[in-house]
């Protein structure tokens, strides 16, 4: 009998599930992830299944890991502070891709180098600038991203800088070349800042719960599940943590498909932080032809082709002030739930919305809270941060008691974006709490947070709501619309019939007026063509609804709401690796290998030393991440011109494919 144990880190929850023989569930648990140190939630999650499933854990085979920390950071904007040493681009090039917003205020430096098209050295590589700038800026980042002009044609200089970087500072440097084998510096720039914020946290997660682990007696190998929805060693993923952004999404469509047996349906998983669709068609995951899409950021990554939308359970509540009715939005920030938070700090948390409660008007941060992350070190904080931090203590506070000016805010935000505070206020899991949907935290605190929300004032002065009960059925009502606007962007997005942008055919009042069956002068009837497969623990509060408003069935599964950990373990060893073959001169063939270019006289030849090398790369990426039984596969796209009536070479690219199942610990 082989047991295995699947974990999957949300925003809100970590879940576990133990499965025997790839078949059988036997048990789940639930904790509430501990933000302050991962590994704690993780510890209480799977101490809560080993008891429940009656299993030693030496008889744990296989440990698999789905986290959304990645993909929730990056929508979040959170991570560490970096650097982008960008060679042999020009200054315009930060603003390509999104590249100088990914940087945000980071520091970067545009320096000589890079090659040609072809692989040759376009300008010599500046050292003497590289190392002035990592002596102003080493103390000052976590990590360095490096980014060279062709670096896919030959990784020189990216490699060059990378060992300079380690000598000179011991940050951990993330090379462009490594993430991605395709052309577009930019774009392999953008990939290369966000692997090189994520680093530390990521690496953090797992160095945590593999230890975690350990305490708990299990010392079967810990996989972690990639964009894709395939596993690789977890040593693999802290070296290439962007690699697992949409982890936790694609562990839910391995998991939805292992649930179901579906061949055919959209996936909607619903998190704290967000809600995320893709499509199952004919039993498999579509991967994202143009690299995966998170927050905001198209990066190189392969990754399933999934929408993510900054909509959970947990989202931020916002008064729409707009128009005389006025209403509310949600997302795409998280925030604690304020009942959560008086779960933690119950007789701060009610005696100060009890309070502000009685003033005559509600006060600009009222039925907000704030507090540090316990135990997480804050570096590099500028005079105002730092004042925050100290006047926050290890207490949760009333925000009023911390801002004392509106300049603070600013910085409170920033805070915020690096995961150190924590900002509790108004979010749909009150507003179940108060509809009795949900009855896990403090109701009464929800309760009262959701009265003082119904007294803010519309665009006409009229009351938002005529108390905490109208509000919480407006706030549940506009969770359920977001999410029906979400899954027709997912399928606008997937219906090759459309070329028009997702959104604006999922808003538009056609499309609208056809999901509730107009039927005038014109008859209109619109919906989806397949069944939503609901997942996440909330998936049973509020997605029946959604089901009903796109006409379509809606399959809420027995296990949905542990359904990433169950892919998490459902998933197989998967790695691919890339490359190219150029011709630079009639009779010259060049091989683009990563210890640089290699010419051939013969195409035939240079794309069977490529396809040698890329063999033993994914082979040898494969069986350092635990897989067995490896099955190779090898794709050839070559293109070629027609000239004075022959066929001339231009390019060659090969992808290898290496897969195996995951090696098992002896019991």
Same mark, same amino acid.
């Given at each position: 009998?082989?047991?295995?144990?699947?974990?999957?880190?949300?925003?809100?929850?970590?879940?576990?599930?133990?499965?025997?023989?790839?078949?059988?569930?036997?048990?789940?648990?639930?904790?509430?992830?501990?933000?302050?140190?991962?590994?704690?939630?993780?510890?209480?999650?799977?101490?809560?299944?080993?008891?429940?499933?009656?299993?030693?854990?030496?008889?744990?085979?296989?440990?698999?890991?789905?986290?959304?920390?990645?993909?929730?950071?990056?929508?979040?904007?959170?991570?560490?502070?970096?650097?982008?040493?960008?060679?042999?681009?020009?200054?315009?090039?930060?603003?390509?891709?999104?590249?100088?917003?990914?940087?945000?205020?980071?520091?970067?430096?545009?320096?000589?180098?890079?090659?040609?098209?072809?692989?040759?050295?376009?300008?010599?590589?500046?050292?003497?600038?590289?190392?002035?700038?990592?002596?102003?800026?080493?103390?000052?980042?976590?990590?360095?991203?490096?980014?060279?002009?062709?670096?896919?044609?030959?990784?020189?200089?990216?490699?060059?800088?990378?060992?300079?970087?380690?000598?000179?500072?011991?940050?951990?440097?993330?090379?462009?070349?490594?993430?991605?084998?395709?052309?577009?510096?930019?774009?392999?720039?953008?990939?290369?800042?966000?692997?090189?914020?994520?680093?530390?946290?990521?690496?953090?997660?797992?160095?945590?719960?593999?230890?975690?682990?350990?305490?708990?007696?299990?010392?079967?190998?810990?996989?972690?599940?990639?964009?894709?929805?395939?596993?690789?060693?977890?040593?693999?993923?802290?070296?290439?943590?962007?690699?697992?952004?949409?982890?936790?999404?694609?562990?839910?469509?391995?998991?939805?498909?292992?649930?179901?047996?579906?061949?055919?349906?959209?996936?909607?998983?619903?998190?704290?932080?967000?809600?995320?669709?893709?499509?199952?068609?004919?039993?498999?995951?579509?991967?994202?032809?143009?690299?995966?899409?998170?927050?905001?950021?198209?990066?190189?990554?392969?990754?399933?082709?999934?929408?993510?939308?900054?909509?959970?359970?947990?989202?931020?509540?916002?008064?729409?002030?707009?128009?005389?009715?006025?209403?509310?939005?949600?997302?795409?920030?998280?925030?604690?739930?304020?009942?959560?938070?008086?779960?933690?700090?119950?007789?701060?948390?009610?005696?100060?919305?009890?309070?502000?409660?009685?003033?005559?008007?509600?006060?600009?941060?009222?039925?907000?809270?704030?507090?540090?992350?316990?135990?997480?070190?804050?570096?590099?904080?500028?005079?105002?941060?730092?004042?925050?931090?100290?006047?926050?203590?290890?207490?949760?506070?009333?925000?009023?008691?911390?801002?004392?000016?509106?300049?603070?805010?600013? %910085?409170?935000?920033? =805070?915020?974006? @690096? *995961? &150190?505070?924590?900002? !509790? $206020? #108004?979010?749909?899991?009150? +507003?179940?709490?108060?509809?009795?949907?949900?009855?896990?935290?403090?109701?009464?605190?929800?309760?009262?947070?959701?009265?003082?929300?119904?007294?803010?004032?519309?665009?006409?002065?009229?009351?938002?709501?005529?108390?905490?009960?109208?509000?919480?059925?407006?706030?549940?009502?506009?969770?359920?619309?977001?999410?029906?606007?979400?899954?027709?962007?997912?399928?606008?997005?997937?219906?090759?019939?459309?070329?028009?942008?997702?959104?604006?055919? %999922?808003?538009?009042? =056609?499309?609208? @007026? *056809? &999901?509730?069956?107009? !039927? $005038? #002068?014109?008859?209109?009837? +619109?919906?989806?063509?397949?069944?939503?497969?609901?997942?996440?623990?909330?998936?049973?509060?509020?997605?029946?609804?959604?089901?009903?408003?796109?006409?379509?069935?809606?399959?809420?599964?027995?296990?949905?709401?542990?359904?990433?950990?169950?892919?998490?373990?459902?998933?197989?060893?998967?790695?691919?690796?890339?490359?190219?073959?150029?011709?630079?001169?009639?009779?010259?063939?060049?091989?683009?290998?990563?210890?640089?270019?290699?010419?051939?006289?013969?195409?035939?030849?240079?794309?069977?030393? &490529?396809?040698?090398?890329?063999?033993?790369?994914?082979?040898? +990426?494969?069986?350092?991440?635990?897989?067995?039984?490896?099955?190779?596969?090898?794709?050839?796209?070559?293109?070629?011109?027609?000239?004075?009536?022959?066929?001339?070479?231009?390019?060659?690219?090969?992808?290898?494919?290496?897969?195996?199942?995951?090696?098992?610990?002896?019991?």
């Amino acid at each position: 009998m082989a047991v295995t144990l699947g974990i999957d880190t949300g925003g809100t929850y970590t879940d576990a599930v133990m499965i025997r023989d790839d078949r059988i569930v036997l048990a789940t648990a639930k904790s509430l992830t501990t933000r302050q140190d991962l590994a704690v939630g993780v510890g209480n999650a799977v101490e809560a299944v080993l008891a429940e499933a009656k299993i030693a854990p030496s008889e744990v085979a296989m440990a698999a890991l789905s986290t959304t920390l990645a993909t929730n950071a990056l929508v979040e904007g959170q991570g560490g502070r970096v650097a982008l040493i960008y060679i042999g681009f020009r200054e315009a090039d930060l603003s390509r891709h999104g590249l100088r917003d990914a940087l945000k205020d980071d520091p970067c430096l545009v320096a000589t180098g890079g090659h040609t098209h072809a692989g040759s050295e376009a300008a010599p590589l500046d050292l003497d600038a590289i190392s002035a700038f990592l002596e102003t800026i080493s103390s000052k980042v976590t990590g360095i991203a490096v980014a060279a002009q062709f670096a896919t044609r030959n990784p020189e200089h990216e490699l060059a800088v990378a060992d300079l970087v380690r000598v000179r500072t011991g940050l951990p440097v993330t090379c462009s070349h490594h993430l991605s084998a395709r052309l577009n510096g930019p774009k392999r720039a953008v990939t290369a800042v966000l692997n090189a914020r994520l680093i530390g946290m990521i690496d953090a997660l797992i160095g945590r719960a593999e230890t975690r682990l350990r305490e708990l007696g299990i010392t079967a190998p810990m996989m972690v599940v990639r964009g894709d929805g395939a596993l690789m060693s977890s040593a693999q993923a802290r070296f290439r943590p962007i690699e697992t952004i949409l982890s936790g999404p694609a562990a839910s469509i391995v998991g939805a498909r292992w649930l179901t047996g579906a061949s055919d349906a959209l996936v909607s998983d619903i998190g704290g932080t967000t809600t995320d669709v893709a499509l199952i068609k004919d039993g498999r995951p579509a991967i994202d032809p143009n690299g995966a899409r998170v927050g905001g950021f198209r990066t190189m990554v392969e990754a399933v082709a999934m929408r993510t939308t900054g909509l959970g359970g947990d989202s931020e509540v916002h008064l729409n002030a707009s128009g005389l009715a006025g209403g509310v939005t949600l997302g795409p920030r998280r925030l604690v739930p304020v009942s959560l938070m008086a779960a933690v700090a119950p007789d701060l948390v009610l005696s100060t919305l009890e309070r502000q409660l009685a003033a005559s008007a509600p006060g600009e941060m009222d039925g907000r809270f704030v507090r540090r992350v316990p135990n997480l070190p804050a570096r590099g904080l500028d005079q105002r941060e730092q004042k925050l931090i100290d006047r926050m203590g290890a207490d949760v506070h009333p925000l009023a008691e911390i801002i004392k000016t509106r300049v603070e805010l600013g %910085a409170l935000g920033r =805070l915020r974006d @690096r *995961g &150190l505070v924590q900002i !509790a $206020g #108004v979010t749909p899991s009150d +507003a179940a709490h108060v509809l009795g949907l949900l009855d896990t935290w403090d109701r009464q605190a929800a309760d009262l947070v959701l009265e003082q929300f119904s007294r803010r004032r519309t665009g006409s002065g009229d009351r938002l709501a005529q108390g905490s009960q109208m509000l919480a059925e407006r706030i549940v009502r506009q969770l359920q619309l977001q999410t029906e606007l979400a899954v027709l962007e997912a399928g606008f997005g997937e219906d090759p019939m459309f070329d028009e942008d997702p959104a604006v055919l %999922a808003r538009h009042v =056609l499309m609208q @007026r *056809g &999901l509730e069956g107009h !039927a $005038g #002068v014109i008859r209109i009837n +619109a919906g989806l063509n397949l069944p939503v497969i609901g997942l996440g623990a909330s998936a049973a509060t509020y997605y029946p609804a959604v089901g009903e408003g796109l006409g379509s069935p809606m399959i809420l599964p027995e296990h949905g709401d542990v359904a990433n950990a169950i892919g998490a373990v459902a998933g197989r060893v998967t790695m691919r690796r890339s490359g190219s073959v150029t011709a630079p001169a009639e009779g010259r063939y060049r091989v683009h290998l990563t210890d640089g270019p290699q010419d051939l006289p013969d195409s035939e030849g240079a794309m069977s030393l &490529l396809e040698e090398r890329l063999r033993h790369e994914a082979e040898s +990426a494969v069986q350092a991440a635990g897989a067995l039984d490896i099955e190779t596969t090898v794709s050839r796209d070559v293109r070629k011109a027609h000239a004075e009536g022959r066929e001339i070479f231009v390019e060659a690219i090969l992808t290898v494919e290496a897969s195996g199942r995951p090696r098992m610990a002896k019991g």
